[in-house]
């Protein structure tokens, strides 16, 4: 019998439900159990690949091409499991479903309604998780925050599968947040109070209350929750923020969370927590470490979610190359106005994530010029490869004309175009390339020698793609074209041959690094960046020694 725990969030929106989820999802699969997860969000698009990343944040990439909400991330790499796209559930692709089924006639005449049309179809989206993964335990989110008018059907979906499922088989995990009174130092729990009572009068009673809050939180404040909230008290876990991301299973661990879990599901075949490998990674991390600081440069640099899988993959290669990384987030529209070049003295390392549309891409090009004539490590991510050949082609042509068609239509060098079967597309959701695809690398090269292996396989999430038009200009003076697509049709990645690290990828590599497991280009390019701190650099915090020049002109 499938075991389902159900999170949702009170008080206020990112106090780290998602987290929390993925924490306890990985003490559960250190009790040998299998776990599945599923976030249902809330909003009305279908799914987040068309909205702006100010507004939600890095759209994360399945391996079967799902754009999905960033909670996924972390559920992957805290888990170590790959998702699909039944994992992420929004109420526009639920309406979406129970419409078409309206128009085909499936319901013979029936009047369509919230519930039970609905409901139950977040039901059966929550079922099909279930079914595909055979896993023991079911983690579900919800986004947001109760009291939401939009998340009331999912609430209801879930108030619903006890009933369905068996209050046995069932927990409601509660997260709130107890905020910080500076002027009489204390943790207040009244909002959680009220967070509990709202998600009652939807008719769930929450079977455990995850407190996050900033601070240490006193045994008498967990009492009274569990006073208030008709919850025992060691079913209280107190979360206090963590500096260390990753240290969360552990500390959730510390707390009996995960005993609790099983005990109150009744699960039978679990063995005793083994988290040694976490520990040693977390002990790791602990220790203190010489730090490096590498530059992220994009146009939504203020708004870090923007980022999240670049970042954390950056944290993942730190790990398993010595180094704290100290991430310098600059912002490629300053470039372009002479703004910020100051920030780039002392990097022992630039990427170039992912992003569509023009606003910013010139400066993003003009950071590719820079790595390429300072000889600084450079990693390309998607928008970040095609860049590094529009700058290199600018440089053996001698001209500002190489470009993209997505941001000169009418170029006369296009180096990064569309297939000739792309042209017609009108739709803009879910019509990019989109997951994983295979890539065969050429031995010898710097992406080989990442990988250390001939055939990989990457996600993707794209419309532009290298012009095979230009792979002899590049080819032939000075770009190894390391990685093709199986049929030799498609550039995957891109290095440049006299510079210690300058490789650029068409996929997004970001999506599969690990804690415990960081990305082969990741680390290769973190490699390269120490070696040039090492060399080139001087001092703990990576000040400038050797001055590094602004492109020229
Ligand atoms: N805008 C580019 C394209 O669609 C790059 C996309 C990306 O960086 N994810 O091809």
Not at 18 to 24: D, E
């Amino acid at each position: 019998m499938t075991k389902y725990l159900f999170f949702t969030g009170g008080v206020v929106s990112s106090v780290g439900k998602g987290v929390t989820a993925a924490a306890l999802g990985r003490i559960l699969k250190a009790r040998g159990l299998t776990v599945a997860v599923q976030k249902l969000d809330p909003y009305i698009n279908v799914d987040p690949g068309t909205m702006s990343p100010y507004q939600h944040g890095e759209v994360f990439v399945t391996e079967d091409g799902a754009e999905t909400d960033l909670d996924l991330g972390h559920y992957e790499r805290f888990i170590d499991i790959n998702l699909s796209q039944l994992s992420n559930v929004t109420t526009g692709s639920v309406y979406a479903e129970v419409i078409a089924r309206e128009r085909r006639g499936d319901y013979l005449g029936g009047t369509i309604q919230v519930i039970p049309h609905i409901t139950n179809e977040i039901k059966r989206r929550i079922g099909l998780v279930a079914e595909d993964s055979q896993a023991d335990v079911v983690l579900v989110e919800v986004g947001g925050t109760v009291g939401d008018i939009e998340s009331l059907p999912f609430l209801e979906a879930l108030r619903q599968m006890r009933a369905d499922v068996g209050i046995a088989n069932t927990l409601y995990v509660h997260v709130t947040f107890l905020p910080y009174i500076g002027a009489s130092r204390e943790l207040k729990t009244k909002p959680t109070q009220h967070s509990v009572r709202e998600l009652r009068g939807i008719g769930i009673n929450p079977d455990v209350i995850i407190a996050r809050a900033d601070h240490p939180i006193p045994d008498e404040h967990i009492r009274k929750i569990s006073q208030f909230c008709d919850v025992e008290p060691r079913a209280v876990i107190p979360a206090v923020t963590s500096d260390i991301l990753y240290e969360i299973p552990l500390l959730l661990e510390e707390t009996g969370f995960g005993d609790y879990v099983i005990e109150k599901l009744g699960i039978t075949g679990a063995s005793k927590p083994i988290l040694t490998e976490w520990r040693q990674m977390i002990d790791e991390l602990r220790q203190p470490k010489r730090s490096i600081r590498i530059g992220i440069v994009g146009k939504y640099v203020e708004f870090h979610d923007a980022y999240m899988s670049v970042r954390e993959s950056l944290y993942h290669a730190g790990i398993s190359n010595n180094r704290r990384v100290d991430v310098e987030w600059i912002h490629s529209g300053d470039l372009e106005k002479g703004k910020g070049w100051e920030l780039f003295q002392g990097l022992s390392g630039v990427v170039v994530p992912g992003g569509f549309g023009e606003r910013g891409v010139e400066g993003k090009i003009l950071t590719a010029k820079w790595a390429r004539e300072n000889k600084v490590p450079y990693l390309g991510l998607c928008l970040g490869m095609q860049v590094m050949c529009i700058d290199f082609a600018r440089h053996l042509l001698d001209s500002d004309e190489p470009n993209s068609t997505e941001f000169d239509a009418h170029t006369k060098h296009p180096v990064i175009s569309l297939m000739p079967d792309q042209h017609n597309l009108s739709d803009m959701g879910g019509t990019m390339r989109l997951g994983v695809y295979p890539c065969y690398l050429k031995s010898g090269t710097k992406a080989a020698n990442a990988y250390g292996q001939e055939l990989v396989s990457e996600r993707h999430r794209h419309r532009w793609e290298f012009n095979n038009q230009y792979r002899e200009l590049l080819s032939e003076n000075g770009v190894t074209l390391s990685g093709l697509s199986p049929d030799g049709r498609l550039v995957e990645i891109a290095e440049l041959d006299d510079h210690p690290f300058m490789v650029g990828s068409q996929f997004h590599p970001e999506f599969k690094s690990r804690p415990n497991r960081a990305h082969p280009l990741f680390s290769a390019f973190l490699k390269a960046s120490v070696d040039y701190q090492e060399s080139h650099l001087n001092g703990s915090k990576g000040t400038a020694e050797a001055a590094t020049e602004e492109p020229s002109k």
